[in-house]
C-alpha cells in the first residue's frame, strides 16, 4: 500500500519539476510567450487539491500517516507542514470522522482503504493536471526569432531583443543562447531550441500626458510647447481621446495608435518599448490602473 502512493507521489514530484524547469527555461525568452502558456491554449482546469489549501492538507497529513505512521505524533505532523498541532488536531478529527484514517491509540494512525483511494484518486488528478500544462509548454519551447545574419541548422546562437523583437545572432557572448531549428537568411524567422539564460532588457516607460476634457476647453487649454517638448524624441505615440487627437494634430504630430492604446503600451512596454499616450482627463484613471496592474513604470504630466 505505501510502495504505491509512494510511487505515485514520485510521479507528481517528477512532472512538477520538469514543469518549473520548463517554466523557468521560457518565462525570460519574452513576454509573449509567458502570456501564452497563462493565458489558456486549451490548458486543463485547476484541479481541487491545487485551489484549496485546505484540501492539500488534508492530503499531506494522510501522506505523513501513509509514510511515517503508524506511530506517529501530531507534533511531527505540524512541524512538517508548518501549521499549528491544534489544526493537525481539527484535521485528524475530520479524517477519523470521514473513516480517512483509524486511531489505534498512544499517537498511532493508520491510513484505511477510503484514504488510500482518495489520495490515489487526487494523485492522478494532480498528474493529469501537470501532463496537461507540460504538453502545453512543450509545444512553445522552440521559441521564433529574427535572424540577425545567415545562420546554418544546427548553430548555437546568441539571442536579444532589439526594438522589441527577439533576433537570433552568430554572437554567442550574450547572456541567453540556443540552437538554430533550421538554416535561415538574414531578416528571416527561424526556431531556436535549447535556450539557455536570461534575455538582457529592460521594460520600456510609458509617459502619460494630460489633456482636458472638451468641458473644460479640450485641446484649446494646453501648452502646445510642452506638448512639443515632451514628445519629442519619442518614438510611438497614442492618443485616447478626440481632444487628444486634436492636440496632437495642432502641435504636427500624427499619432501611432488609436485603439486599444493601453494594450498597445502595456505590451510595447513589455518587449523594452518606451511610448507616450496622449490622454484626455476622463481616461486617465482607466489608463493608469492598467499600467499599475502589469507594474509598467509611468509617469504624468498635465499640459
Given at each position: 500500500?505505501?510502495?504505491?502512493?509512494?510511487?505515485?507521489?514520485?510521479?507528481?514530484?517528477?512532472?512538477?519539476?520538469?514543469?518549473?524547469?520548463?517554466?523557468?527555461?521560457?518565462?525570460?525568452?519574452?513576454?509573449?510567450?509567458?502570456?501564452?502558456?497563462?493565458?489558456?491554449?486549451?490548458?486543463?482546469?485547476?484541479?481541487?487539491?491545487?485551489?484549496?489549501?485546505?484540501?492539500?492538507?488534508?492530503?499531506?497529513?494522510?501522506?505523513?500517516?501513509?509514510?511515517?505512521?503508524?506511530?506517529?505524533?501530531?507534533?511531527?505532523?505540524?512541524?512538517?507542514?508548518?501549521?499549528?498541532?491544534?489544526?493537525?488536531?481539527?484535521?485528524?478529527?475530520?479524517?477519523?470522522?470521514?473513516?480517512?484514517?483509524?486511531?489505534?491509540?498512544?499517537?498511532?494512525y493508520q491510513i484505511t482503504r477510503e484514504g488510500v483511494n482518495w489520495?490515489?484518486?487526487?494523485?492522478?488528478?494532480?498528474?493529469?493536471?501537470?501532463?496537461?500544462?507540460?504538453?502545453?509548454?512543450?509545444?512553445?519551447?522552440?521559441?521564433?526569432?529574427?535572424?540577425?545574419?545567415?545562420?546554418?541548422?544546427?548553430?548555437?546562437?546568441?539571442?536579444?531583443?532589439?526594438?522589441?523583437?527577439?533576433?537570433?545572432?552568430?554572437?554567442?557572448?550574450?547572456?541567453?543562447?540556443?540552437?538554430?531549428?533550421?538554416?535561415?537568411?538574414?531578416?528571416?524567422?527561424?526556431?531556436?531550441?535549447?535556450?539557455?539564460?536570461?534575455?538582457?532588457?529592460?521594460?520600456?516607460?510609458?509617459?502619460?500626458?494630460?489633456?482636458?476634457?472638451?468641458?473644460?476647453?479640450?485641446?484649446?487649454?494646453?501648452?502646445?510647447?510642452?506638448?512639443?517638448?515632451?514628445?519629442?524624441?519619442?518614438?510611438?505615440?497614442?492618443?485616447?481621446?478626440?481632444?487628444?487627437?486634436?492636440?496632437?494634430?495642432?502641435?504636427?504630430?500624427?499619432?501611432?495608435?488609436?485603439?486599444?492604446?493601453?494594450?498597445?503600451?502595456?505590451?510595447?512596454?513589455?518587449?523594452?518599448?518606451?511610448?507616450?499616450?496622449?490622454?484626455?482627463?476622463?481616461?486617465?484613471?482607466?489608463?493608469?490602473?492598467?499600467?499599475?496592474?502589469?507594474?509598467?513604470?509611468?509617469?504624468?504630466?498635465?499640459?
Amino acid at each position: 500500500m505505501r510502495g504505491d502512493i509512494s510511487t505515485s507521489l514520485s510521479g507528481i514530484f517528477m512532472v512538477s519539476i520538469t514543469l518549473l524547469a520548463a517554466l523557468f527555461k521560457t518565462a525570460f525568452i519574452n513576454g509573449w510567450i509567458v502570456r501564452r502558456v497563462l493565458c489558456g491554449y486549451n490548458k486543463p482546469d485547476m484541479v481541487e487539491i491545487l485551489r484549496n489549501k485546505s484540501f492539500a492538507t488534508r492530503f499531506q497529513i494522510l501522506i505523513e500517516i501513509a509514510t511515517h505512521g503508524p506511530t506517529i505524533q501530531q507534533r511531527a505532523i505540524a512541524q512538517e507542514l508548518s501549521i499549528t498541532p491544534q489544526a493537525v488536531s481539527d484535521y485528524i478529527s475530520q479524517l477519523e470522522g470521514e473513516s480517512m484514517i483509524t486511531y489505534l491509540g498512544r499517537s498511532r494512525y493508520q491510513i484505511t482503504r477510503e484514504g488510500v483511494n482518495w489520495v490515489l484518486k487526487n494523485v492522478r488528478e494532480v498528474k493529469a493536471y501537470f501532463d496537461g500544462i507540460d504538453s502545453v509548454i512543450n509545444g512553445i519551447v522552440i521559441s521564433p526569432a529574427i535572424a540577425e545574419k545567415d545562420i546554418k541548422q544546427g548553430e548555437q546562437v546568441g539571442l536579444k531583443m532589439v526594438n522589441g523583437l527577439l533576433y537570433a545572432t552568430a554572437d554567442c557572448q550574450t547572456k541567453s543562447t540556443g540552437i538554430a531549428e533550421a538554416d535561415a537568411k538574414a531578416g528571416e524567422d527561424v526556431g531556436v531550441r535549447d535556450i539557455q539564460g536570461l534575455i538582457e532588457f529592460s521594460y520600456g516607460l510609458v509617459a502619460v500626458l494630460v489633456v482636458p476634457g472638451i468641458a473644460k476647453g479640450g485641446s484649446r487649454h494646453i501648452d502646445l510647447e510642452l506638448l512639443k517638448t515632451r514628445l519629442k524624441g519619442v518614438s510611438y505615440v497614442g492618443a485616447i481621446g478626440l481632444e487628444s487627437v486634436a492636440a496632437l494634430h495642432r502641435a504636427g504630430i500624427e499619432p501611432d495608435y488609436l485603439y486599444d492604446v493601453s494594450g498597445v503600451v502595456i505590451d510595447a512596454a513589455l518587449h523594452g518599448l518606451s511610448s507616450a499616450v496622449v490622454c484626455t482627463e476622463e481616461d486617465v484613471y482607466a489608463l493608469v490602473s492598467s499600467l499599475k496592474d502589469r507594474n509598467i513604470e509611468y509617469s504624468l504630466i498635465s499640459l
